[in-house]
Structures are given as C-alpha cells and as structure tokens.
C-alpha cells in the first residue's frame, strides 16, 4: 500500500526584512524557500515541487542563509535530524505560489513500491514579488492511502490521447463543424503570458505566429503552454497541449509525426504543417528540459552566421572564417574591376568558391557586369552570353570539368577566338567526377549495354570525356540535382521496359531510388503530382529497373553522415533544414522529412539558395519580429550568395517601413572530428593519426573531418584571388603564354570511333537541354536507345 503524507506546516511571509519568520497559528500559511526537519526515515530526504522548473530558482543568498542556520544547531544534533535546507542541493525558492503540492524522489526505506511519495500544501500567497525566507515552525505528518502501481500503469499514454482526439476529429465529416471544434480545443488553452510572446519562444514554419513554452515540472512531468495569433492554429496548439501536457517526456519525444496527419480543414498545406511544426518544436524542447535536469549538455551548437538587416556577427571559429571575406577589401574590388573592364575579361564562378573571392567578385560586378556566379549548369551558357557581349576572354573559377565544358558549349556556338582560362597550373581535380573516370565505371557502363534497352543518366558534374566515352557505349543523358527526379520519370513513361543507370554519385543514386520507394507509398493522386504520367503501379514496376554505381562520392557532401545528422537532429530538428541531392542517406531522409512539412529542402545549390531566399522574403512580408533559421547541407561557400541575397531583402524591407525585425541563422554542420590546423611551423610535420599529412581544419575554415569530407571543397579553394588577379595581369601582355597551361582542354583533336570528344561529349548535355525546354526525351535518344548505340546528330 502506497502512502501519501499530508504535510501541515505553520508559517507566514515576511515580505520586508526577506529574514526567517515563524507563526503561532496558520492564520496566514505561506512559503518561500520550505526546510523539513525529520528523519529520512519519516520523510524522503529530497523534496520537489509540481511546479514547472522555472518557477523555482535557486540562489547564493539562500544557501548562504542555509549554512548559517546549520551553524545554528545544536552541537548534540545528529546528521539525520539536520532540517533539510542544510544541503545546498535541496534548496528551493518559490514566488507568487498560491497552492502547489511537493513530491520526494525516494519514497522511505519501509515501503515496497519506488514510487515519489506526495506531500500536499494549500499555500495562499504572499504579496507579488515578495522576496522571503520562510522556515515551518512545526510539521505535522499523517498517511493516506495511494493508488496501486498497476492502475498508475494503466493511464493514458501521450500517444494515445493525442491518436484519441486526433480521431475524434477526423470523424467530424462537414469541415465546418471540425474546424469549430477545434476552434474550442483553443479557447480552453490557459492564458500565456504577455512576457513569453518572444522570439526564443516561437516555432518556426508557421505562417501566424505560434508560441510554445516547455518545461519539466518537479514530478518529472512535461509542462506545455502554447498560444497563436490565429484562431486556427491556436486550435491546432490547444488540441496538442491537451494531450502532452503532464505525460512523461520519453512518451513525447518517441511521438511519430504520424499520429498528427490527415486532419484536412479544406485550406492550404500550411495548417497541416502547423502540426508538425509545433509537435516537433515541442518534442525538441522536452529533450533540451531533460538534458538540463539531467545535467548534460542538450547538444553541441554548430558555427553559424547571424544576419540581420543592420550586421552580420559570426558564432564559431568556422564562421568567423567564412565570414572574413563578407566585407572585401576595397583596393582589391577596384583593382580587379579595372583589370577586367579594361581587357574584356568575363569570369564565371562556381558557388563553391572562396569567400574571399566571392566577395570581392560580387562588389566588383557593380563596375563590370560580367561577372556571373552560380551553379555548374549555367557557366557555360552565361560565358556564352559574355562572348557576344564582347568579352574576348572568360576565366572560369571552378573545377577543370567546368573550364572544359564552357570551352566545348563556346566553340560549339562558333566562339573558337574567345580564350578560356584555368585558375592553376596544376589540375584542379574532383572526387566525384574522377571516380567516372575510373575502369570500375567502364565495367558498370558495360552491364548497362547488356540490358537492353537501356539509359545512362550521368551527372552533370563530370568531364566532357567522361560523357563522351559513356555515350560511345550506352546511350547517355545528363542531369542535374535539380532535374533528375523528372528526368529519369520522364525516361521510364517514354521508352517501355526501359532501365536506367545512374552515376557516378552513389548517394543521389542511392537517394534516387529512396525517393521512388516513398513516392510507391503515395496515392496516384500524389504521384501525379510529381509526374502526371506516372501511378502507384508504374512506380513499383521500375523500382527493379533502376540502377545506380556505388562507388562514387563528393568530398564536400560525404562529411554529412551519421554523426552530423544526430547533431542536426538533437539540435536543429525544427530548423528550416537544406541538403544538396548528393548528400548521404540519413542526411537525405532528415531533409526529405522537413520538406513534407515546409521546412526543408533537398536538390541543387540554386535550389537551396531560392529556397532561403523565399522563406526569408515571406517573413519580412508578414512584418513582425522573426528568427529564421537555416541548416547548410552543402559547401560553406554557398554562404557568401546566401548572405548577399538575405541581406538584400531584409534592408530592403527596412526600407520599405517595415517595423518587423527579421533574424537569419546560417548553421554549418561541420563534423566534430574535423582536423584541427597547426602552426606555420610544424606544418610539414606528420599528424599521430594514421601518419596522415595535417590537413586545414575547422580554425582555418576547411572543416574536414578525418572519416571523409570537408565542409569547403579543397579543390574549389585553388581558384583563389590572387590567382584570378594573376591571370588577369598577364592576359594580353608579352608574357601570356606562361598562360598556356592554364588554357581549357580542347577535345578536337580527339575522337572516338571517328567522333570528335567534343562533338559526342555535348550531345548529352544537348540532350537534356531539350528535355528541360520541351518536357521530353528527344526524339534523336529515343532512336539511339531503341537502337542500342549513339549517333550524333550532326
């Protein structure tokens, strides 16, 4: 049998000396700081209160008090009949508490069952903001009898209270009437605090403003507030706190988003996102309440930039890295501009690129306007651009796949004069596209010609070579992260039986085929929507006919593993959430999920950088204080775009009277066991691990990780200032043939089977430009696929 013990103290508050203050009589019980002097045998020797943790606070004063009036006791006094505010630990200070009730965590040593004993207290409070010591002046004890463990069991689960009124709602046919009930769920939330309506308080993802407060109450009980400026989704917060608040805070955080879906109200997909977004804003937040009761870190923040509309402020030595550049150098802008304008240069970059140039690439295309940065589809056709604009030179600032393929796509539009130049000597190599130039990949090309009829999409970040030799053994197209989902539906409704073979990107091939099995799970309906000529039954019959090589990766996209993805999950989970399409697995299903409920992304760099921009543009639109903030699934280079573009917006709705204020998180997800940088002077030492070559680290704003990956690609960061202003000095000088060896590779020369590289290198690539103008395969592929070999068109 279970006992309750019914706790009757006499004291009263003293508000104005905040001294110790004793009673004769309960004429006026009160309390502040609640001492119990008795025996661990009569009493559990730790008391907490029901109260959630942020009305009891602890403080020097207090403990000071404490260890004089143990100094106070009775030498004869034994340890177990010390009052038990002697312990600093077991201090508590309470305000403004009209009634509450204390439990202990151990129950006596004579009773059975581990369960919290309950002391009860009815507690008229003191004057507001009173500040007092309180000692009981005498405590009397009674037993009741408890509730049996077997029937505690049997209550509610948070789950399945929250499946009950989820259920109870959907069976409300007429939307109206549903709506109106939840409409009551939010008129019976407990009125939330005027002082809690900040910005730390909000969940983000929601069109309204929605606030959420959790805490964990002294019974290890989750405490949660909520509330809305719209009806609506104040009905959503109050049917949720209905059913979390008081469960235990395992049941809360092993919640599936699952249980919250299908509640149509006939509106937009933002009120169904208000469930998840708020449902997991407050999964995360009980995790964090534990962590601290539990005295452990809630979770290791990444570097991050914070943006706002009057500066921009770096948290981590990461950050502070990228961010060094944000502001360039003014002499170098000028300097660069004048080169440029003056000789006709055009320069196209990659987003990759070094902040530092990137910055100063950016001020610079106020003076000279050709000067373009973006992903790797559009450098060759803006330097195509450039060239009938005038431009008699184009230096590319990226990977030597890229300078080869604006030298291939320039003299197929006639523009053999214009000189194309590399930012190195040395080859400026990638880990993705080498690893399709390998003989594992022939050998993977090869059983793709033998399963006839067949298709090889390959990825647009790979050689010319590479397309060309691809193309010469299976008929080829290429893709982009942005383009191929619709690229490979779009092949499998046009050619029967087709099957199809990825590469060389073994996680966008691995991510690919994931995608498909999800979109088997959808009603037709869904999949329609994604490709109208595609259902249920198309997309399980060619799950078996897809393809993929397991043996390539990119060095920026393989530092998001496993242990990258628990940080964003424990710590980021209701954070807008952005991952490029080759990123691994587990980083993929994250993002996979967060954009199913508005919050996330997955596809190319141009993609990730619309998909901020967006967010942040619907925030300054709605006009009231806001704070974004956003995951990098790719290389930290994309930040100085992002920066540019966020930045642009949010002085520009100052501008425009905007009263709101709007703050952006830029997060880098850099691995922990990224290798830290050494000094000048032992950088031609060995590190201990593995006898690798020290590598640049987080400090120096590399941020790879010893188990792969690198949050800047390493190859990306040859194409420096100093050498574009290098190239740029030289070009039309006597000395530009020390050039030579930075020119673009030209494949006239060489052909394959009596075609030129180039020629049947760009065919793939023109073939995917008429499916992204037209919406179809070319008729030309079509033929080369029914046919089993590739014929240009000429």
Known sequence: MFSRWKVHTLTKCNTKTKSPAF?????????????????????????????????????????????????????????????????????????????????????????????????????????????????????SLETVPQIPPADLQKSTSAKDKLSSLVSSLKAIADVRDRTAKLLDYGAKLPPFPKSERIAENRVMGCTAQVWVKVELGLDDRVHVAADSDSEVTKGFCGVLVEALNMSQPQEVMALSLDTVAGLGLGSTASRSNTWYNVLVTMQKRTEMEVAKVEGRRTFELFPSLLLSAEDISAQGSFAVAQAKYLEPSQPNVQELAELLKMKQIGVVAHFYMDP?????????????????????????????????????????????????????????????????????????????????????????????????????????????????????????????????????????????NLTVWYGPDSYMGANLAELFRQMANMSDEEIAAIHPMHNKQSILSLLPRLHYYHDGACIVHDLFGHEVVSRVRKGYRDAFLTAHFEVPGEMFALAMEAKQRGMGVVGSTQNILDFITSRVQEAVDRDFDDKLQFVLGTEAGMVTAIVGAVRKLLIAGRSAGKRGKVDVEIVFPVSSEAIATVSPSSSSQESSIGKLSIVPGVSSGEGCSINGGCASCPYMKMNSLDALLRVSKLIATPLEHSLNLQQAKRFNTNDISGISVADLGCEPILHMRHFQSKGSLPEALVDQILSGTAKVVR
Not at 57 to 63: D, P, V
Not at 98 to 123: D, E, I, Q, Y
Not at 392 to 420: P, T, W
Request: hydrophobic share 40%; proline share 8%; net charge positive.
């Open 23 to 139: 009673a004769s009589s309960p004429s006026s019980p009160s309390f502040r700081s609640c001492y119990f002097n008795s025996t661990p045998e009569r009493v559990a020797p730790s008391l907490h209160t029901f109260l959630p943790r942020s009305f009891i606070h602890r403080s020097r004063e207090t403990q000071r008090r404490a260890r004089h009036r143990r100094a106070l006791l009775p030498p004869s006094a034994k340890a177990s009949e010390l009052p038990m505010a002697c312990a600093p630990s077991n201090l508590a200070t309470v305000r403004d508490v009209p009634a509450t009730s204390f439990t202990s965590r151990f129950p006596p040593a004579s009773l059975a069952h581990h369960v919290p004993l309950t002391l009860t207290f009815k507690l008229p409070s003191c004057r507001r903001n009173a500040t007092a010591l309180v000692t009981p002046f005498c405590v």
């Open 356 to 496: 530092e140039v990137q910055g100063v690439l950016v001020a610079a295309k106020e003076a000279w306007p050709n000067i373009f940065i973006s992903d790797s589809l559009v450098m060759a056709d803006r330097a195509v651009k450039m060239a009938e604009a005038g431009c008699k030179h184009i230096a590319v600032l990226g990977v030597d796949f890229m300078s080869e393929n604006v030298r291939a796509i320039l003299d197929k539009a006639g523009y053999q004069e214009v000189n194309v130049y590399r930012m190195s000597r040395d080859p400026i190599g990638c880990s993705l596209a080498e690893a399709a130039e390998n003989a594992k990949y022939l050998t993977f090309l090869e059983e793709a010609s033998k399963n006839f009829p067949a298709l090889h999409v390959v990825y647009i970040n790979t050689s010319l070579e590479t397309k060309a030799k691809s193309h010469a053994v299976v008929p080829t197209i290429t893709c982009t992260s942005s383009n191929v989902v619709p690229t490979v539906l779009q092949a499998f409704a046009q050619v029967p």
